[in-house]
Every structure is written in structure tokens, then in C-alpha cells.
């Protein structure tokens, strides 16, 4: 009986054109109390189904929860997180990337059984049935209305195997963390400095060390991976020029897909790793330094506008991404014997791996950067952000 119900409810309410349906199918799901906790039951049990659904369709969690939160609001996010933590249940190992995105959606099985899920939801919300049913429903037709896209990992279950990290990778981007944290939230400019530099030393020493190790393995084991990295609104075309600059200098290549707020980044794991922990500590700077400008361009007598912002931070991409291409530059004239055919090959590999990937890219014409005052503090933000050291590594001199 309660299946039918369900059945019904879904029936009016997810397959709709519009919102017509939401009201009648949240009514059948609350009318009545004494069922409430065995309607939470399927409802539950069908919301994994869902959520399953969209990892067949290529999404990972931290891609379905950025768009629920686009789309919805705080409330869809905890439902799916929810259902992302019992739809886990299946499984005894997941993929490193989706523990870490479990992880900080809190995504975890709180309730018990789920036969007490209704009624402890009801509590931890302070809401009632008829509007916990359609926030579920509202939640339940985003996810079955979910499109197909390019799968950039194993999913859970998947018989594929999956190359462990290397024995130092935990230690190793542990520390980054850390210190690139410290960098973010330190008031005095010089142990930012200090700080950022030792970090971003030990990500460039990590990625050549790694292409080292794989040509001295033959490479077999090592192949190109991808990873979505979030470019969330606003502003998110300077915020997409920013992560195609951090990619590039990390010889990854960057796919935005502006529907849906992320970008696709294509490289070895353990340039995967520093691209996305670049990206977010330039990212936290230049999001800093323009609350900053912005001060100072209050206290002068301006107010606070939108294309200040998008020009400081279209200004800061673009000088970041000058910065980081010479740095690049420069890391090549120093490499030198075997490892310049080592990277070159690493290179091609990504390259013919993003083009598989995403066989029809299109170019997108930026807004313009119109505030001269943004576009000058955004620069100047650039020229002062922490960038890998221009240091000479011993790996770059391999013995013949």
C-alpha cells in the first residue's frame, strides 16, 4: 500500500512539466501520520535508487550537491546528502575522491534504521510532513532529471582497478594543507610568503619526482586521469580563466562547463592534486585582496560595484595566469637529458586524453573587464600572490 502511494505521489509530482504536481504528490506522502514512517522508508529507498542513477550518468556527489544548492537551497542539500550517505551503504570501499566528498557533505547515516528516518528527519528540520514531502519531491525530480556526462573516474563498484597513490601522497598533500592554510589566515605578508613558497616548492618537486618515478616504471602503470573542480557563481568566468591558468602551468587541461558550475580538469593524479589546491589558495587570496581594495575604494567614496569586482578578478586571472606560464616556462629551460622527452610524452598523453574526453569544445566570450580601478588592483593582486619559487630541482638533471 505504501509503495502504491509513493508510486502515485512520484507519478504527479516528478514527471510534470511543472509545478502542478508538487502540491498533490506532497499531499498523498503526508496525509497520514501512522504511515509517515514507512512512506519515509520507500521514499528512502527510492531516493537511492535515484542517487545511483546519477553515478551511472557520470556525476560524483560534490557535483550533484553544487547544483542542488544552485538550484534549491540548504535544506535539498542535507535531503541529499542523505540519500548519497544511504545509497553508500552498498559498498565497502570507495573511490579516495568520493570518500573526500562524502566527507564534507557529512554524508552519513544518522537515523538509525530507516524505518525511523521520517520522524527523525521531521526533528531535525522542525518541519512538517507536507513540507519535508515536497522539499523530498523538489530534491527527487532534480535527480531524475539529470543528464548524461563525461565520467571522469571509477564509481562505486566499479571492477576497474584503481592504481593506489604513492606511498608519500597522504604525508605529502597533508602538509600542503597545511601550510597553504596557515598562508590564507595569517595577517603579516612576510610568513604568507614564507609559507605559500615552501608549500608550492613541495607540490612542483612532488610533480617531477612523480614523472620520474613513472619513466623509470616504463610508464605502464601511469595513464592520464580527470577530477571536477567547482567554479561557482559569481564571477565565474574570471574564477574559470583562473583554474585554465593553475591547469595549464600544471600541464592539466581545463574544461568549464558553464550549466552546470565546474570544470573538468584532465592530468596525472598527482598534478590533479596540485591544481586543485593551487586554484583554491589563489583563489582565497584574490577573493582577499579584493575585499581589501574594496575597503579602500569605500573609505575613498565609491561604492561597492559589481564591475570593480569582475575586473579586479578578471585582472587577477589573467596576470596570475602570465606568472604562472613563465614559471612554467622557465621549469622547462632547467630540465634537461632524459626528463625533457618525460614530460613532453606526459603532455601528449593529457592532451590526447582531453580531446577524447571532450571531442566538441566551444570558445566563450568573455564580458568585458570595464572598471579601470578593478583591473589595475586585480593586477597589482596578481603581481603579489605566492607562485611557485623559480629553484632549480635536482630531478631536473637526472644522471645519464
Not at 577530477?227 to 559569481?234: E, K, N
Not at 581594495?293 to 578578478?313: H, N, P, V
Amino acid at each position: 500500500m505504501d509503495r502504491d502511494t509513493v508510486e502515485r505521489a512520484f507519478g504527479a509530482a516528478l514527471y510534470a512539466h511543472d509545478d502542478t504536481g508538487l502540491d498533490t504528490g506532497a499531499s498523498l506522502l503526508a496525509a497520514d501520520p501512522a504511515r509517515w514512517p514507512d512512506i519515509g522508508r520507500e521514499v528512502l529507498r527510492r531516493g537511492e535508487g535515484f542517487v545511483r542513477q546519477a553515478w551511472e550518468r557520470g556525476w560524483q556527489p560534490a557535483d550533484v550537491a553544487r547544483l542542488v544548492r544552485r538550484d534549491l537551497d540548504d535544506r535539498h542539500v542535507r535531503l541529499v546528502a542523505d540519500l548519497i550517505a544511504a545509497e553508500g551503504r552498498r559498498y565497502a570501499r570507495l573511490p579516495p575522491r568520493w570518500s573526500g566528498q562524502l566527507g564534507e557533505l557529512d554524508a552519513e547515516v544518522w537515523w538509525g534504521n530507516d524505518g525511523e528516518y521520517a520522524n527523525a528527519l521531521a526533528r531535525r528540520e522542525s518541519a512538517d510532513r507536507f513540507s519535508l514531502a515536497t522539499a523530498l519531491l523538489e530534491l527527487l525530480r532534480l535527480l531524475i532529471r539529470l543528464p548524461s556526462i563525461e565520467p571522469v573516474g571509477p564509481v562505486p563498484g566499479d571492477p576497474l582497478h584503481v592504481p593506489p597513490p604513492a606511498h608519500d601522497e597522504p604525508r605529502m598533500l597533508t602538509r600542503i594543507r597545511a601550510l597553504l592554510a596557515k598562508a590564507e589566515a595569517t595577517e603579516y605578508p612576510e610568513e604568507a610568503e614564507a609559507l605559500s613558497g615552501k608549500a608550492q616548492e613541495l607540490m612542483a618537486r612532488h610533480s617531477i619526482d612523480e614523472a620520474v618515478l613513472a619513466a623509470a616504471r616504463g610508464g605502464t602503470k601511469d595513464a592520464p586521469g580527470a577530477c571536477r573542480i567547482g567554479v561557482d557563481a559569481p564571477y565565474e568566468e574570471a574564477k574559470a580563466v583562473l583554474l585554465d591558468a593553475v591547469a595549464s602551468a600544471n600541464r592539466c587541461r581545463a574544461v568549464w562547463n558553464s550549466a552546470f558550475g565546474f570544470s573538468t580538469v584532465v592530468g596525472f593524479v598527482g598534478d590533479l592534486d596540485a591544481v586543485e589546491l593551487l586554484y583554491t589558495s589563489l583563489l582565497v587570496q584574490g577573493t582577499t585582496a579584493m575585499t581589501r581594495a574594496e575597503a579602500g575604494q569605500r573609505a575613498g567614496g565609491r561604492k561597492r560595484t559589481k564591475t570593480f569586482r569582475q575586473s579586479f578578478l578578471l585582472a587577477y586571472a589573467t596576470r596570475v595566469g602570465q606568472r604562472l606560464a613563465a614559471v612554467t616556462e622557465h621549469v622547462t629551460e632547467e630540465a634537461s637529458g632524459s626528463l625533457v622527452p618525460v614530460l613532453a610524452a606526459r603532455e601528449v598523453a593529457v592532451a590526447d586524453r582531453a580531446e577524447r574526453m571532450f571531442p566538441r569544445t566551444t570558445t566563450t566570450r568573455l564580458r568585458g573587464a570595464t572598471d579601470r580601478d578593478g583591473w589595475t588592483h586585480g593586477t597589482a593582486a596578481a603581481n603579489n600572490a605566492q607562485m611557485p619559487p623559480k629553484t632549480p630541482h635536482p630531478r631536473l638533471h637526472p644522471p645519464a
